[in-house]
């Protein structure tokens, strides 16, 4: 029986999940979103079938309701469901990065017929748009769920169905879990991404060729700084109680470090650095669990045509299968990083030992 499945927001996510939900049989895609050219290109790829221009009628139509726009947008029509005459039920869903709010008003709707379940896949960008948007910016990626009170499990099985073809991998949480863990590991480094930029911009006043000594560093770590404003914004103040907690924590970490400084605790300080390396090597890349488990190899690249072309034929040529290939922007117009992901630790050893008899300059991150 076909589905009707009504994006709203196809920027980024609602439109890098729509072209995945698009490759399911069986489905009409409708899509809301005010910006014209999205939903013109959108309809052109095939990832919507049709546009509607009413909130209501899309969601008189629907079976399922994606709700992909900032999160202060999400709750806004997350309020309106109880106003609107439903005749059949509706499972609703969004990609929100914070929950609390969210899930609060979704509880607070009194419809039998609409059942919540949120959504968040722990993938993103720093670009926004339909234009960012890409099918396999999910794959094996985390993709939470937070089922309200009241619905049932057959409401995240059929989302976990209809978002397949991402190659995601879904993990239930609480609200609270969901918000306590993506303030630690997503929101406040983005904050302070971003305090790092502006300390630079400081200097950059006495220093005026500072910039020109931005190298891998720096960029690796403010990459996240040029992420869109107004969607962090929501995120800071939707999750401020706890970011405000964390600023004190980390206020009171930093003065400990100058303590560590000032009074010349060389051995505390090394302590602190070997601490930190071994939790961050430790991440869990390659574990069995919730988290999957990969198998990266990083192959610099010079910035020449057809460079990462080469690359991915040698492996070809070896039938090495990849799982996953990203560029890291490393030092800009000299060389770049391929990160090149394997499933096996097989696949991982025979494309090293491939790639550096060919002479790259090859690397495997323990
Ligand atoms: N960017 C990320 O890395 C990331 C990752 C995971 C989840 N999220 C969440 O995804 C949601 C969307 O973020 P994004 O990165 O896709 O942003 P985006 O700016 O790329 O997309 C938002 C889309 O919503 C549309 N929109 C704005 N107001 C609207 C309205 N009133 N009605 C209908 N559509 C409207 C915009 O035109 C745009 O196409 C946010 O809630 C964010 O928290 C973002
Ligand atoms: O890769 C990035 O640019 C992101 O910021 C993605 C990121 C993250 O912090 O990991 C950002 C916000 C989302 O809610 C989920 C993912």
Request: zero cysteines; charged letters at 20%; hydrophobic letters at 40%.
């Amino acid at each position: 029986m076909s589905q009707t499945i009504f994006f709203v927001g196809l920027g980024l996510i609602g439109g890098s999940l729509a072209m995945n939900v698009a490759k399911q049989e069986n489905v009409k895609i409708t899509g809301m979103d005010p910006n014209p050219q999205t939903l013109a290109i959108a309809k052109k790829q095939g990832v919507i079938h049709e546009h509607v221009e009413e909130f209501s009628k899309g969601v008189q139509e629907a079976d399922v309701l994606i709700l992909a726009t900032p999160i202060s947008t999400t709750i806004e029509y997350i309020k309106q469901l109880n106003d609107l005459g439903l005749n059949k039920p509706l499972l609703v869903t969004d990609v929100s990065s914070v929950k609390n709010q969210v899930l609060q008003a979704a509880q607070e709707l009194t419809n039998p017929l609409v059942s919540f379940v949120g959504g968040h896949p722990m993938a993103g960008s720093h670009k926004q748009g339909y234009t960012a948007a890409k099918p396999h910016l999910f794959e094996n990626a985390i993709f939470v769920l937070t089922p309200a009170k009241g619905a049932n499990s057959s409401d995240a099985s059929v989302l976990q169905e209809l978002f397949s073809k991402t190659g995601a991998r879904f993990l239930t949480l609480s609200t609270k879990e969901h918000d306590e863990m993506t303030a630690v590991i997503s929101h406040f480094p983005h904050l302070i991404a971003s305090s790092l930029v502006h300390q630079a911009k400081e200097w950059q006043k006495t220093h005026p060729t500072l910039e020109h000594l931005a190298a891998g560093g720096f960029r690796d770590i403010t990459r996240i700084a040029s992420s869109n404003p107004k969607l962090w914004q929501d995120i800071f103040f939707q999750n401020k109680k706890l970011l405000s907690h964390m600023l004190d924590d980390w206020i009171e970490e930093m003065k400990h470090m100058k303590r560590l400084l000032d009074d010349g605790e060389a051995q505390s300080t090394y302590q602190y650095l070997v601490e930190a390396k071994s939790y961050r090597d430790g991440l869990p890349i390659r574990e069995k669990g919730a988290i999957p488990a990969f198998y990266d190899v990083y192959v610099d690249i010079h910035d020449q045509p057809g460079a990462i072309h080469k690359v991915i034929q040698l492996l070809a040529e070896k039938e090495i299968s990849i799982k996953n290939i990203r560029i890291l922007e490393i030092r800009e117009g000299i060389t770049g990083v391929l990160r090149i992901s394997f499933q096996t630790g097989k696949e991982q050893q025979a494309s090293y030992q491939s790639l550096l008899n060919k002479g790259y300059e090859v690397m495997i991150q323990d």
